[in-house]
């Protein structure tokens, strides 16, 4: 890709600010697109219809909703600290968005073919805490407060099973490069790492258990990362009307709400890169090239997503406690006890 | 146990303390009642309560009366045990309506009474809490009464509509 | 699950690091209170210290309304307003008090009608009641599963008297129409429908894994405690003690009927905690079917509205009459001075007493644990302010 631009560009530096917004334009679409799912799924699971009237079954609906909130008024309350105030939700879109560097789109396109791509994924989405902390304490108010330090709590807490899942998958794959992680994958569905990768079958029998149950953990952190229910305490609507998010309105809003729907599209990107094979096609050789895995990363990544709007409307949330407890006393050890044996079944 | 019967035992064990007022209206349409006097009100409950024949463990309503003159309390006592029923009645007068609180003994008494207070101006003796519910800490008067006036203005606000 | 905090930290040189308790205000408007409570809480953290209900701010004098009425009969419609989710219930208890101090005796086919529409009634709010629990647990499509029931018995409602929330129906000594005739059809339509949704629901919420943990280990309410302040209804039932005033303190003809008292068992934690009046809730719905479903095999023909008075007036005396609404015992004190306008009427609503227990079983959970301890109260602000 980055061959393509120069040839057609020839400015280098344009070339890196054009690589730079190309996951921009993914994303401001795939926004549209997740919210107009997000209430259909909902709408069709809770026995009813969304918005029919807008457009054709109400696709047009999300662009009437951006519409609004971008022509809202921007308040901001009299006490807050305004600078942490207006500062936050971008700096959390900047950490969701700096994940995106990293993602393999396609065969052909990377934002980043960094060397330590999934180690840079997991801490670059850290900043996330720091923007939902600032958030939190600039509203002046005690329930964005509490939203903001059980969201802290939470999400530094859940990138520890997540950090362990990935680390199994490292483990078998040898490499930290997500482009390289992908490309192991290619050559039809028994090569994707939730089948085993590509060692040998005798050892794929007994890593394929292992690598579901990181599968499953890597899932559930991968939730409570983009606060999402059942994890969704830091907005919990019944309890703190909105969390650290209560006294935002208008462009800030909106910049919050696309960063969690980023987010929550880094994470299944991540998903799928690591145990489905991120840009591979299931089958060994039909609908490979560069646009057909841009196809298969972008679909399969959808599947996790829709996957977690799912769970989302059918859950209850779990209270702050046992939130913690699941990610220390649960996933915790369960995902280190699959990493040491996948560590002894690699090393047979 | 009958009402008649509840009356009996009551005046047995407190018919000699000094003005207990117990006087049993029976034949009244169409609940009976037991009045006694408001200065006695907490061992009566003590022992309406405690007593093995009458283990009334249920205070199901406590509502401010006023009858023309004096304010009165009414207690709806029930046993859930003995499945039997009495009502109780306090009469005090509007000067001075001091009755004693039975909180301590049915907790349900807590907020009825800061009703009954809120409401009639009846003061209870011994709540470890008096002060109103259901309108604003800072109102006066209390509207229940039958010659309450709505007064003009509430911190600025006209109140009659 | 409120588990001891543990020991205080220490700073550097040994003493206890200084913690403050907050006071945060879950104001008039919130999502979770159920209408416009507020209640101040002095927290430690996310653990409750203290909870303070402040009440009031629905008040509308529905007493002091009473007593300049001209008529007995036009205090049903505010009766209705009082606990808005279970009008039915509200005029049932109202016309039941009246009745007795009127010494009227209503003819049967009202009485049937007049059970079959509390027990409807009695399901309608216990949707709304589990729905909205459901909610505030997180859980949002069983919201819309229970609204999507509720407006069945909704449209049997409007089809009766033209109105789905606040209806005028039960008049001191009948009603104000009679049920149409293809009423007794879709009601037995309805049971037949409603009972795989309860056990659907069941499996959606109540089975839940985290369902129960959120609830089944908080809000324990001790038997003795409820009763001494006077809990009723699933609250009382939920904390294990076997009282039902349809069944120990009779009124109208629900002896002759067959069904059972749902009374919390302790299913999956101790007894009286919020699952348990949760559980007491759905199977108290599945025993109103079976009770609409005998009513409406055995409803007599009749008039409805023969034996209502022309004139009301009864003779001086007071009388306190008590029924089981789907939020416990709804009690109306009446004392008629001899005229045609009530001397006093005080509405001894189940929410108002319900509520006050609130500081007893909320302390030493978190704040978490205080939102699902308000939705198992069941609480409708109407009738706890009236």
């Known amino acids: ?348 | 146990m009958t009402p008649q019967e509840i009356a009996e035992k009551l005046t047995a064990r407190f018919g000699s303390t000094p003005d207990a007022g117990i006087e049993a209206k029976l034949d009244n349409p169409v609940d009976p009642y037991i009045r006694i006097s408001a200065d006695h009100v907490l061992e009566f409950a003590k022992f309406l309560r405690d007593d093995e024949e009458l283990l009334f463990d249920f205070l199901s309503c406590l509502s401010g009366v006023d009858l023309k003159g004096k304010l009165g309390a009414v207690y709806q006592l029930f046993s859930m045990v003995k499945r039997h029923k009495i009502t109780l009645k306090v009469e005090v007068p509007t000067e001075t309506p001091n009755i004693q609180s039975v909180e301590s003994i049915w907790k349900t008494a807590n907020w009825h009474e800061r009703e009954a207070f809120d409401l009639y101006g009846i003061n209870f003796i011994g709540h470890p809490d008096l002060r109103r519910i259901l309108l604003p800490y800072d109102w006066e008067g209390h509207p229940l009464r039958k010659d309450y006036q709505v007064p003009e203005y509430y911190n600025g606000m006209k109140v009659p509509y | 699950m409120a588990e001891t905090i543990a020991a205080p930290p220490k700073t550097s040189n040994g003493k206890p690091l200084r913690t403050e308790e907050m006071i945060i205000n879950m104001g008039p408007q919130h999502p979770s209170t159920h209408g416009v409570l507020r209640l101040e809480l002095v927290v430690d953290g996310e653990i409750v210290v203290d909870v303070v209900p402040h009440i009031g701010y629905l008040h509308r004098c529905f007493e002091k309304h009473c007593e300049h009425m001209t008529n007995y009969q036009q205090v049903i419609p505010y009766v209705d307003r009082m606990d808005y989710v279970c009008s039915m219930n509200n005029e049932f208890a109202y016309v039941v008090a009246a009745e007795r101090l009127l010494k009227i005796q209503v003819p049967e086919r009202v009485e049937y009608i007049r059970v079959i529409m509390a027990e409807l009634q009695r399901i309608a709010s216990h949707l709304i009641a589990v729905g909205t629990y459901g909610i505030d647990i997180g859980a949002f499509t069983p919201f819309l599963y229970c609204f999507r029931d509720r407006e069945k018995i909704l449209d049997l409602f409007e089809m009766t008297c033209g109105a789905r929330l606040l209806y005028n129906y039960m008049w001191i000594g009948g009603l104000s129409h009679d049920i149409p005739a293809e009423f007794v059809a879709r009601a037995k339509e309805f049971c037949a429908y409603f009972k795989p949704q309860i056990r659907d629901f069941n499996n959606l919420l109540t089975y839940n894994e985290i369902f129960v943990k959120r609830t089944a280990h908080t809000g324990i309410l001790p038997p003795e405690v409820a009763v001494n302040y006077a809990c009723s209804g699933p609250m009382l039932r939920g904390s294990g003690v076997n009282w039902d005033l349809r069944r120990d303190d009779p009124y109208s003809i629900y002896n002759r009927f067959d069904w059972d008292v749902a009374v919390g068992t302790g299913e999956t934690g101790p007894v009286g905690s919020c699952w348990d009046r949760h559980i007491v809730r759905m199977k108290e719905m599945e025993q109103s079917v079976r009770i609409i479903e005998q009513a409406l095999a055995q409803i007599p023909e009749g008039d409805v509205q023969s034996a209502i008075p022309k004139r009301i007036r009864p003779n001086p005396g007071e009388v306190y009459a008590r029924t089981e609404s789907p939020r416990g015992e709804l009690g109306f004190y009446i004392v008629s001075d001899g005229t045609g306008t009530p001397y006093r009427i005080k509405a001894r609503s189940p929410g108002f007493v319900n509520l006050s227990v609130i500081n007893e079983i909320a302390r030493g959970g978190m704040i978490a644990d205080l939102v699902a301890i308000i939705g198992s109260i069941d609480i409708v602000l109407g009738e706890v302010d009236r």
């Open chain 1, 1 to 348: 890709m980055e061959q393509f631009l120069t040839s057609l560009v020839g400015n280098a530096l344009l070339v890196h600010v054009i690589m730079a917004v190309i996951p921009l334009l993914f994303i401001l679409p795939y926004a549209l697109v997740v919210i107009y799912l997000e209430m259909k799924i909902a709408a069709h699971m809770q026995d009813r219809v969304a918005y029919m009237r807008t457009g054709w079954h109400g696709t047009l609906q999300p662009i009437a909703d951006m519409v609004k909130l971008l022509q809202k008024e921007d308040t901001i309350p009299a006490a807050a600290d305004k600078f942490l105030f207006i500062v936050a939700p971008y700096i959390v879109f900047i950490g969701t968005y700096a994940a995106f560097a990293a993602l393999p789109f396609s065969s052909a396109f990377i934002g980043s073919n960094l060397n330590v791509g999934i180690f840079y994924i997991v801490a670059i989405s850290s900043l996330v805490v720091v923007g939902l902390l600032m958030a939190g304490w600039a509203s002046n108010n005690k329930w964005s407060l509490f939203g903001a330090l059980r969201s802290a709590a939470q999400i530094v807490s859940y990138e520890i099973p997540s950090a362990f899942a990935i680390l199994g998958i490292v483990m078998i794959a040898g490499t930290m490069n997500l482009q390289e992680l992908s490309a192991i994958q290619t050559g039809g569905i028994m090569h994707w790492m939730i089948l085993g990768g590509t060692l040998p079958l005798m050892k794929k029998l007994f890593v394929i258990p292992l690598v579901l149950v990181l599968f499953v953990v890597y899932y559930i952190s991968s939730m409570a990362e983009v606060n999402r229910t059942p994890f969704d305490i830091p907005e919990a609507e019944s309890e703190l009307v909105q969390g650290y998010n209560t006294e935002y309105s208008g462009m800030k809003f909106a910049i919050f709400y696309l960063a969690e729907y980023a987010n929550l599209f880094a994470v299944s990107a991540v998903a799928t890169v690591l145990f489905f094979g991120g840009w591979a096609s299931p089958f060994s050789s039909l609908m490979t090239g560069p646009w057909w895995s841009a196809f298969w990363f972008i679909s399969k990544g959808m599947l996790f997503v829709c996957l977690n709007i799912w769970l989302r409307w059918t859950l209850p949330r779990l209270r702050v406690d046992q939130l913690m407890y699941m990610s220390w006393k649960v996933l915790t050890p369960f995902a280190f006890a699959c990493v040491m044996a996948l560590g002894l079944v690699l090393v047979w």
